[in-house]
């Protein structure tokens, strides 16, 4: 009985051992997977969008030799999402030589990705520690809302002992965040930041998967303005602003208004204006906006009003599109021009005051030294002096110029290198 006992007791310490080797064997598998794999193993203290970070990681592999501008290796198995899971925006640490030498930050456009070397202190401290530090623990992701913008921040705190060769010591526990905003800025750069402020590269299709050659097809100018005119949503909101510029200065409620609208047509509600301006205010969550000129006004967008449309294209967010935005001017006599942002995020960063405004203004002014002797003004005129105004402002080529006639043709007008205008119209 004695050695039945002993053996059923040496059986089970077998069995025991075995299965701890097993663990033992099984865990050291899953940590010892290489950081720099070509295959995603998350070693992440958080939960993170996986989904994202393989079709990332996929698109990277297909365009490496174009996108890696560093020495460095990406440690995929690092990335972090920032508690997101809409495959929106991820961050992932570049390493050389047992250091984090950059952060890569990709954000998704529809369906297109941007990958941005960048090395803001801060974040490569946060990956330094996260991916080397022998002892850390997470903190639960934060989120938080500013106006215009949405903030989160994830927290790691490793352990600093007092005696850097033993772990086990006293020592203390210190903690570094990361924060990503929805509107934070990235770079001037819109494509690729390199370890020595270098630009290069550009967008790629997302989730991958060949084809990444081909340039993303911008929207022609012509049919973003049949959708406005044609826009059921936008009729009564259009009507109202042209019946609005032909009132007489004697009537009470003569002066400028201003209507804005989303991205389907949706209007906001009217917005009283003074005699000659209005402000659009807030513009988050909507495209563009349309206003109406004065019979005592110049038919054509001011420079105030080119400076609204700037403020339309950063409401479309860094990671949005912003040659989606777009300002309206219906004039008395009929005119209705339309303008569109025609450069990247950064191009629209650009900050004017009523102080920085007022030559421009002054000048605008100045140049209307065209009007016929029946009180008329030729569009060729109007058009010449509009495109001088966007190179005076430091524009040109970043805002497009259409004018629908009376007859709702559409035409675009373009500036030839010896001043004169062309009207192209749309088909």
């Known amino acids: 009985m004695l050695m039945t006992k002993n053996l059923i007791s040496w059986l089970l310490l077998l069995a025991t051992f075995s299965f701890l080797l097993h663990s033992c064997v099984h865990d050291e598998m899953i940590s010892s997977a290489d950081p720099s794999s070509k295959e995603y193993h998350s ?78 202190p801060g974040h490569i401290s946060f990956f330094q520690d996260l991916v080397f530090a022998p002892l850390k623990k997470a903190i639960f992701p934060e989120n938080s809302f500013a106006k215009g913008r949405s903030c989160s921040s994830i927290h790691v705190s490793v352990w600093i002992p007092n005696n850097p060769n033993n772990d086990n010591g006293p020592g203390h526990w210190d903690t570094k965040v990361i924060v990503r905003c929805t ?74 208004k201003g209507i804005k609208f989303k991205a389907d047509g949706t209007p906001s509600a009217t917005i009283p204006g003074q005699a000659h301006s209005v402000n659009f205010g807030d513009k988050t969550g909507y495209t563009g906006g349309y206003h109406n000129h004065t019979v005592a006004e110049i038919p054509m967008l001011s420079p105030p009003d080119i400076d609204q449309l700037l403020g339309f294209a950063r409401a479309q967010g860094n990671y949005g599109d912003p040659t989606k935005a777009y300002l309206g001017m219906i004039a008395p006599n009929g005119m209705h021009y339309v303008i569109y942002f025609n450069g990247s995020y950064s191009d629209a960063v650009v900050t004017f005051t009523d102080e ?72």
Not at 197 to 207: F, I, K, L, N, T
Not at 372 to 398: C, P, R, Y
């Open 183 to 256: 509107q934070q800025d990235m770079e001037s750069c819109t494509g690729i930041v390199g370890p020595n402020g270098e630009c290069s590269g550009g967008e790629y299709p997302y989730p991958g998967g060949g084809n990444n050659n081909e340039p993303e097809t911008q929207e022609d100018p012509c049919q973003k303005t049949k959708a406005i005119i044609n826009n059921p949503k936008m009729t009564a909101g259009l009507n109202e602003l042209k019946d609005q510029s032909i009132l007489p200065k004697s009537n009470d409620n003569y002066g400028e």
């Open 356 to 427: 920085t405004l007022k030559p421009f203004n002054d000048r605008y002014q100045t140049r209307y030294g065209m009007i016929s002797s029946d009180g008329n003004v030729s569009n060729e005129a109007i058009e010449k002096f509009f495109f001088k105004t966007i190179t005076d402002m430091g524009l040109e080529g970043k805002v497009n110029l259409q004018r629908i006639e009376n007859n709702g043709t559409i035409k675009t007008i373009t500036k030839n290198t010896d001043g004169s205008i062309n009207a192209d119209p749309c088909k």
């Open 43 to 120: 070693k992440s203290l958080w939960k993170e969008d996986e989904k994202y970070i393989k079709n990332v990681m996929q698109v990277y592999l297909e365009n490496e030799t174009r996108i890696n501008t560093t020495n460095g290796t990406p440690y995929w198995d690092y990335a972090v999402t920032m508690g997101t899971f809409d495959e929106s925006f991820l961050m992932v640490p570049v390493v050389k030589d047992d250091k984090v030498i950059a952060v890569i930050q990709v954000p998704r456009k529809g369906s297109k990705i941007h990958f941005y070397y960048t090395q803001f």
